[in-house]
């Protein structure tokens, strides 16, 4: 079976939590999807690494792997770190022209609403994440 292109992994995941209907359960689930995400180890947590302009601590590590993206992140806020490992979820394991141009507003489709510091922390984080991915493109 052809692995899912980037476009496919976000509509699954978005359709898959879309299957809980009331938005705080929905939250909930997120939150305990992110539990099970390893942290991104200490000596990673630094300046190079930290999303800039989030206004609680987000860092962001990316690799290739097999020639695709591959992240890890850790936030001091575990609510935001659950929203970030979300809007990082679909481009995990995507090639790095994919993520490069990558502009899916998962948060705004599962209907989570952000203040606008919030919304901005993570609308750099995916900034971040497609420069990263850029980064990679040959």
Same mark, same amino acid.
């Given at each position: 079976?052809?692995?899912?292109?980037?476009?496919?992994?976000?509509?699954?995941?978005? &359709?898959? @939590?879309?299957?809980?209907?009331?938005?705080?359960?929905?939250?909930? !689930?997120?939150l305990?999807r992110s539990?099970?995400?390893?942290p991104?180890?200490?000596?990673?947590?630094?300046?190079?690494?930290? =999303?800039?302009g989030? =206004? &609680?601590?987000?860092? #962001?590590?990316a690799?290739?792997?097999?020639?695709?993206c &591959?992240?890890? @992140?850790?936030?001091?806020?575990? @609510?935001?770190? !659950?929203?970030?490992?979300?809007?990082?979820?679909?481009?995990?394991?995507?090639?790095? &022209?994919?993520v490069?141009?990558?502009?899916?507003?998962? #948060?705004?489709?599962?209907?989570? =609403? @952000?203040?606008?510091?919030?919304a901005?922390?993570?609308?750099r984080?995916?900034?971040?994440?497609?420069a990263?991915?850029?980064?990679?493109?040959?």
């Open positions: 079976m052809a692995a899912l292109t980037l476009p496919e992994k976000h509509r699954a995941l978005v &359709s898959r @939590l879309l299957l809980i209907e009331d938005p705080q359960e929905r939250l909930a !689930a997120i305990q539990s099970k995400i390893p991104l180890p200490a000596e990673h947590r630094t300046e190079f690494h930290r =999303v800039e989030c =206004v &609680s601590g987000v860092w #962001l590590r690799f290739l792997a097999d020639g695709l &591959s992240f890890e @992140l850790h936030a001091e806020s575990q @609510l935001v770190r !659950a929203l970030a490992a979300l809007v990082c979820e679909p481009c995990q394991l995507s090639s790095p &022209s994919e490069a141009v990558y502009s899916g507003d998962i #948060l705004g489709e599962l209907q989570i =609403v @952000l203040t606008p510091t919030r901005e922390g993570l609308g984080l995916l900034a971040q994440i497609r990263l991915a850029a980064g990679y493109v040959a």
